[in-house]
């Protein structure tokens, strides 16, 4: 937003009650998410009705224990379970209380265990409320948005919402004729019934349920860069068909930016890249793995609309690929987006990193110093603060090392997580590992301090 961890063992050790099983592990989503089970794939076939906003699904989810539980539970928000099947038998016992799902096998489910749930669902999808406002489904002027970060998920499928569940997707839509769904993955089929049309989608790649979307438009698909050759990257707009010259223009410098990142971050993580525009104005644009989503509003040739462009770009490694196993690290994905921002800055020959750096220094030190953006807090952890300071800790590192170090650093950091889970111990390591600094004294003040040590300069 701009703004596959190792499973747990499973070796005997400590009984776990399914009541601890089922508390929520990440103290920022209290009542979401789960560790009594891991999915390591979600199948979904929706079929939505654009004029009542009527949504009946299937979910298929393949899934093991972790540990012993008597009872499997998921966050389903607005949606009314109608049969369930666990493992091919029909289930007797389930129910739904505030936005959970709660399915009671006939007997426990020891540890290691892999199982299959077969879920039908049916309502009306609506945004969740909450401390980041609405997230979630959302009904557009004339189509619909996904965006899920970070709890949104459950408005539109049965799922284990917790960032460091990760899996891949099958997302099948059935919508009205004339609309374009577009998913995360790659597009596998498309075919055309009466006035119902049918678009499938494989995400092989895993993914953080947060960031699964569909986006439902008027859109036709234009190329803004075409296949691979000599590293490129395939590159998409969907877009509604009165915009498409806007779009093109707005878009125009991408293909450079995804260069660019690639240079500096290590290969893109994923087969391609498409940017969804939609033809409402959005506050701000939100980025889904494999995609983005636009406004109307965003792609004029300002540096304001170009940042941001540059922004969800780099969350397709920062976020994406690598995704913070608990959000009390949300600062590697936001503080290292706005890093490439001012990266992107300098390569386009806007302003400097260091003039960039020195810009959000001010700003920062002239406001309130209270938030410790390595924990900030659920409330703020979209603070604009998290991204800048997390961007000017990554600057300071960078003076420290030099360039060739710090860019060898973020690639083995890329390489070596590549589509799973990372934290900032993690992230710590890493930077002592390659560089040989202390970064534990480098980074403590920036990351765990609410006073913000001094602009970091060039020695």
């Known amino acids: 937003m701009s703004s596959t961890a190792p499973s747990p063992s499973t070796a005997a050790g400590p009984a776990f009650t399914s009541e601890q099983a089922a508390a929520a592990p990440d103290p920022y989503m209290p009542g979401h998410g789960t560790n009594a089970y891991?999915?390591?794939?979600?199948?979904l076939d929706l079929d939505y009705k654009l004029s009542s906003n009527r949504l009946s699904g299937r979910a298929v989810l393949h899934a093991v224990t972790q540990y012993p539980t008597a009872a499997l539970v998921l966050d389903l928000a607005g949606l009314r379970a109608t049969k369930i099947q666990l493992s091919g038998r029909r289930v007797r016992k389930f129910s739904q209380r505030a936005e959970q799902l709660v399915i009671i096998p006939d007997s426990p489910l020891p540890a290691g265990e892999d199982f299959t749930l077969d879920i039908r669902y049916e309502g009306s999808p609506a945004p969740r409320r909450g401390l980041w406002g609405e997230v979630g489904w959302e009904e557009?002027?004339?189509g619909v948005l996904v965006a899920g970060q970070p709890n949104g998920a459950a408005s539109w499928f049965p799922c284990n919402d917790h960032p460091g569940d990760k899996a891949s997707y099958?997302?099948?839509?059935t919508t009205d004729a004339n609309y374009r769904a577009v998913c995360n993955g790659a597009l596998i089929s498309h075919s055309s019934r009466a006035s119902r049309e049918t678009w499938v989608y494989e995400q092989a790649e895993p993914m953080s349920t947060y960031l699964a979307t569909v986006q439902i438009g008027r859109y036709e698909l234009l190329t803004i860069a075409g296949p691979p050759m000599e590293g490129r990257v395939p590159q998409f707009a969907a877009v509604p068909a009165t915009l498409a010259d806007t779009a093109r223009l707005g878009l125009a410098r991408q293909p450079e930016m995804m260069r660019t990142f690639t240079n500096c971050f290590g290969p893109y993580p994923f087969p391609e890249y498409t940017a969804v525009i939609t033809e409402d104005e959005l506050?701000?644009?939100?980025?889904?793995?494999?995609?983005?989503?636009?406004?109307?509003?965003?792609?004029?040739?300002?540096?304001?609309?170009?940042?941001?462009?540059?922004?969800?770009l780099a969350h397709q490694w920062f976020g994406n690929s690598l995704t913070a196993a608990s959000w009390s690290d949300i600062w590697l994905h936001e503080g290292f987006a706005c890093y490439a921002e001012w990266i992107w800055s300098e390569e386009a020959g806007v302003l400097p990193v260091a003039q960039r750096a020195a810009a959000a220094w001010r700003k920062l030190a002239s406001g309130r110093q209270d938030i410790t953006i390595g924990d900030p807090g659920p409330e703020l952890m979209f603070d604009d603060r998290v991204y800048k300071r997390g961007a000017l800790a990554l600057h300071a590192l960078r003076l420290q090392c030099g360039d060739l170090a710090f860019f060898a650093l973020l690639q083995d950091w890329t390489a070596a997580n590549r589509h799973g889970s990372?934290?900032?111990?993690g992230f710590i390591l890493a930077v002592d590992r390659t560089t040989g600094l202390d970064s534990e004294a480098l980074l403590h003040p920036w990351l765990h301090e609410t006073a913000l040590p001094p602009l970091p300069v060039r020695r």
């Open 38 to 43: 891991r999915v390591s794939r979600y199948e």
């Open 170 to 173: 099958r997302i099948s839509v």
């Open 422 to 425: 990372v934290s900032t111990a």
């Open 140 to 142: 557009l002027t004339d």
């Open 283 to 312: 506050e701000i644009p939100l980025e889904a793995q494999t995609l983005s989503i636009f406004g109307r509003n965003h792609l004029d040739q300002a540096w304001e609309s170009q940042r941001l462009i540059a922004h969800e």
